[in-house]
């Protein structure tokens, strides 16, 4: 992570339309995620998983880079970057899927948004998928246009959300469906917003349509949220590892397959499209897996912070796989972790060790996500 006052990364790293207004509102490092600094250090990472489960957070999430899939054939295009079937995905609709490769390793685990017909937004996680959307399409054979719009997105999350929206953009917006967006402007500001996040809180992104109006929009939703407890913030790992959601590059890489998350429901063999990958996820449904992702709570005194390195698992003296994503919960009181562990051991209730920075620590395996399993308030 770098300091806000020291970049060393030049030109290459972009900032997003919200980077100087992060600063004057506290943000005290940076990482770089596709491409872009992200502000990760807004103070005590714990107070800001308070402000997101009690009031509300405004998280800068430019980084959250757009596909923009446009064309006669774009839907016929999309559905051959996912195992998810979306034959039934409405104009207004959002999904999340998998872009999985000819090996059925997953690429990246974005948002899918249907803003027409022949228009897509893919909302990506940390991987280059422009240029494989790219790649695959000169060899599709499809009338499709494929490249990044001016599209900087941010995060309004947490249990206030809602009236900060209504704030913003009248009663209206508060008719908005969990996993569906809505086209909007304020005070002549383009955006699309959606009830999605990644915080496992009720919330919305907002999808800024013109890099210009960063700084303004900042500040008028900050504005409108300071009567509701709204703080300026960043994606909180406890919350996300509490909700079992991903992070790409840490719980699942090109190595990993969907049937290994428990994403079976993401994954639609049955249907008559063909979609990259298919061949190689029914060999891997036929065949089983080999690993499978767990929970874990470890026991031993708080962690200081998430891990910054794979932990191995052992069982009886033997490594049987590693964790990936572990994090103190102060609402739960618990050292919480994803892990990913071989088949055979991926019992609930059995007990493992993990051998953490301080020390080899027991563990025992258990259900995720961790708290509100059916995502009852981010639906809310």
């Given at each position: ?133 790219q790649g695959v399409a000169v060899f599709a ?240």
């Amino acid at each position: 992570m770098t300091k806000s006052g020291d970049f060393g990364f030049g030109t290459q790293i972009r900032k997003s339309p919200y980077f100087d207004a992060t600063v004057r509102w506290g943000a005290q490092a940076f990482s770089v995620y596709n491409h872009m600094y992200i502000p990760r250090d807004f103070g005590d990472p714990v107070q800001n998983f308070w402000n997101l489960v009690k009031d509300a957070i405004l998280c800068d999430v430019a980084v959250e880079r757009q596909v923009e899939i446009t064309g006669p054939d774009a839907a016929k295009f999309v559905q051959t970057l996912t195992p998810r079937d979306l034959s039934k995905m409405a104009v207004g609709q959002c999904k999340y899927i998998l872009i999985t490769n000819a090996d059925g390793g997953i690429l990246n685990d974005p948002i899918l948004l249907r803003l027409a017909e022949n228009h897509f937004w893919i909302s990506l996680a940390d991987s280059d998928i422009l240029l494989w959307a790219q790649g695959v399409a000169v060899f599709a054979g499809l009338d499709v246009t494929i490249g990044e719009p001016d599209v900087s997105p941010l995060q309004l999350q947490g249990p206030k959300s809602g009236e900060i929206m209504r704030a913003l953009f009248g009663d209206s917006i508060m008719d908005l469906k969990y996993y569906w967006l809505r086209e909007v402007e304020l005070d002549g500001i383009p955006m699309i917003v959606s009830r999605t996040g990644w915080s496992s809180e009720l919330g919305y992104e907002i999808y800024l349509r013109d890099g210009a109006h960063g700084d303004a929009l900042w500040e008028k939703i900050m504005a409108a949220g300071e009567p509701f407890g709204l703080k300026p913030g960043h994606t909180s790992s406890i919350r996300r590892i509490e909700g079992g959601m991903l992070s790409y590059h840490a719980d699942a890489d090109i190595n990993t397959n969907p049937y290994e998350l428990g994403f079976d429901r993401l994954v639609n063999l049955d249907m008559e499209a063909d979609f990259i990958g298919k061949a190689a996820l029914r060999k891997i449904q036929q065949d089983g897996v080999r690993r499978k992702q767990v929970g874990l709570v470890i026991d031993g005194a708080p962690l200081s912070g998430p891990n910054t390195t794979f932990w191995e698992i052992k069982h009886g003296g033997e490594i049987i796989g590693k964790v990936t994503s572990a994090v103190y919960s102060p609402r739960l009181g618990q050292n919480i972790a994803l892990a990913m562990v071989s088949a055979e051991h991926a019992t609930l209730s059995a007990g493992v060790e993990v051998v953490t920075s301080a020390g080899t620590l027991p563990a025992t395996i258990v259900e995720r996500p961790f708290y509100d399993p059916k995502k009852k308030l981010a639906a809310a």
